[in-house]
């Protein structure tokens, strides 16, 4: 591997430095994840620089303050075989590089400072969540997230969970009422979460009893606001936006045109895979996390263009069938996050710096756009896969025309 990256004279004290195998091992890793050769050469020097200032033997367990130690001595002048210190970017680079790498070997070790006292319960509280129970990933870790805010916000008052009381959740949630960062249905779902952890601590014996039936959370009701989608000709500069020959351009044009034109989530988008293009036919395969349905598509012809022009000239090849992929090492499918990134980057990049910047306010804006061309609810619902129809009367709140309409009618007298 050594030979890959560097000339054969100078491979030669890479390979003869200790756990050679154990570096070589993870710039193959990195090698097949489409990382380039300069930044191979970069990872090389780094390991090598890390394993000398912390003479590291094999199977050491290291934590990131030993690596950020260590990247403060590498980034002093001569600490790099270099007259000046390094810039805070490329000491940050240091230690990104080495905490991936000792991660990918399981040596690195989680700072102990870094944890509330209660991290055991939590994690027990989420395999429960998602062995027994059967919740998402997603679900578990939005429960866990909670619950490590709240143990954060204890372990400063130094109180244990054996102890709480109902005074200290109300002091929890009066807090972040204060705080005034959190909106009301945020609070909601704070005390929902906190109920379902507290639920299985009573379980457990591990807190009191009656906590758990304690936790009210904050009122909500129920589609109170108004969906906040794009305006139209937003929408119109933002696909202009992306009109470049870069492939991240040819990538992002696809992306956006399936949000745009067919009202996707981004869990539906990041689940595409070739096999989901039927060309023959003119048909697109959408799997549905959400539902849990699976519902096919005419493929325009517009978006089928840009999915067509992102395949052959920009997408990737051989990391397997997931359609939409990073355009940087190391390659991976594009996640749920890292698409709604995109979009709100894309739309900051228009100047759309203020409210809903999400993939979610493409969706809005797909349904404002069918809603004012007269398309009916039922047909809105479908379009979006919502299986409830109160899902979608939301939608009426927007319908300034029909509301125009009820404002006009003559009541005869009653007013």
Known sequence: MFDDIFFPHTANPYRAAPLAEQRERYLAHLKATGTRRSTLRKCANDQLSLVRLLD????????????????????????????????????????????????????????????????????????????????????????????????????????????????????????????????????????????????YAEMRGWCRAGLAAGIVAPRFMADEGVPKGLRREDVVRLLASVGGDRPVDKRDRAILMLFIGYGLRTGEVGGLRLDDLDWENAMLRVRCPKPGRTHLWPLSQGVGHAILRYIREARPSGFGRSLFFTTRAPIRPLDRRALGKIVSDRLAGIGIVTGRRGAHALRHAAAQHLLDQGTSMKVIGDFLGHRDPSSTTIYAKVDLAALREVAALDLEGLA
């Open 56 to 199: 590291l033997k094999d199977g050491d367990r290291v934590s990131r303050s030993r690596i950020e130690a260590a990247a403060a001595l590498w980034a002093q002048p001569r600490g790099r075989r270099c007259d000046r210190a390094a810039s805070p970017k490329t000491r940050d680079r240091f230690v990104s590089n080495g905490v991936r790498w000792l991660t990918f070997l399981g040596w690195l070790e989680d700072d102990g400072d870094c944890r509330h006292p209660h991290h055991g319960e939590v994690q027990a509280f989420a395999r429960w969540s998602r062995g027994d129970r059967g919740l998402s990933d997603a679900t578990v870790q939005s429960y866990c997230k909670a619950a490590d805010h709240f143990f954060g916000q204890l372990a400063a008052k130094g109180v244990r969970l054996s102890v709480v009381g109902m005074a200290d959740i109300d002091d929890a949630m009066a807090a972040e009422h204060e705080r005034g960062a959190w909106s009301r249905r945020t609070r909601h779902d704070y005390a929902q979460r906190l109920r379902a952890f507290f639920l």
